[in-house]
């Protein structure tokens, strides 16, 4: 168990509907950060945020938005669904300043239909 | 851009020892993690090298060469546990925090 907890496990829903993913961080990390893994493909980083704060973007779609709040739990919020963005979301805490490692949640899998 | 490249699958023996290559060609670099990941679970940390060089932890070692934007992943006295993926990753930033950018990934199949 690595601490970070996301929620929900999984989730199905149609095309055009909207979603949002739940991370909380482990207990003293500033750090969130969202990845999206597809089927058989590596992790893809969406966005990062360190206490509070949008710290760097990665290819995540202007459908997608993120935000850490005032106690350090972050939101994936997913909207007009479409069929490929079913994926695993992964979030991921890391304590600052130990490089190179993150504490991955168990993922979200999200399946649109 | 930003790529690493990682042979998509490898298949060893128990008992054998295999090594998973990853070179990499990003903006920035601060250091190469490995990660493992079992069918679709959370990925786990398996080691971080900044420096050149081999770092060990038990049966795991992982090497960097920063002048070759390459390093490696040696998996010695294999388990049959130690089928998963395999992903190396570029910390690309040396701010708090920074960033990593993950290959596709090595699936590692460890056949009795």
């Known amino acids: 168990d690595s601490g970070v907890t996301q929620t929900p496990k999984h989730l199905i829903t149609a095309t055009g509907q909207r979603v949002t993913l739940r991370c909380s961080p482990r207990?003293?990390?500033?750090?969130v950060y969202w990845y999206q893994q597809s089927l058989d493909q590596g992790l893809q980083f969406l966005i990062q945020y360190y206490n509070g704060e949008e710290r760097a973007k990665g290819n995540i779609l202007e459908r997608f938005s993120a935000q850490q709040f005032p106690d350090l739990h972050s939101e994936l919020n997913l909207s007009s669904l479409e069929l490929g963005d079913s994926a695993l979301y992964f979030c991921?805490?890391?304590?600052?300043?130990?490089?190179?490692?993150?504490?991955f949640g168990e993922g979200s899998r999200l399946t649109v239909l | 851009g930003q790529s690493l490249e990682q042979p998509s699958e490898v298949t060893a023996v128990e008992g054998a020892i295999v090594q998973i290559n990853c070179t990499y060609q990003?903006?920035?670099?601060?250091?190469l993690s490995w990660y493992q990941q079992h069918d679709g679970g959370a990925p786990t940390f398996l080691s971080y090298n900044a420096l050149d060089g081999l770092e060990e932890t038990g049966r795991f070692s992982s090497f960097l060469s920063r002048s070759d934007s390459y390093g490696y992943l040696l998996l010695q006295e294999l388990q049959m546990k130690d089928s998963a993926s395999y992903f190396c990753?570029?910390?690309?930033?040396?701010?708090?925090?920074?960033?990593?950018?993950f290959g596709q990934g090595t699936e590692l199949s460890v056949k009795p």
């Open positions: 990753a570029v910390r690309d930033q040396g701010n708090q925090g920074g960033k990593l950018i």
């Open positions: 207990s003293g990390d500033l750090s």
């Open positions: 991921a805490s890391s304590v600052s300043g130990v490089p190179g490692e993150l504490f």
């Open positions: 990003t903006s920035g670099f601060y250091g």
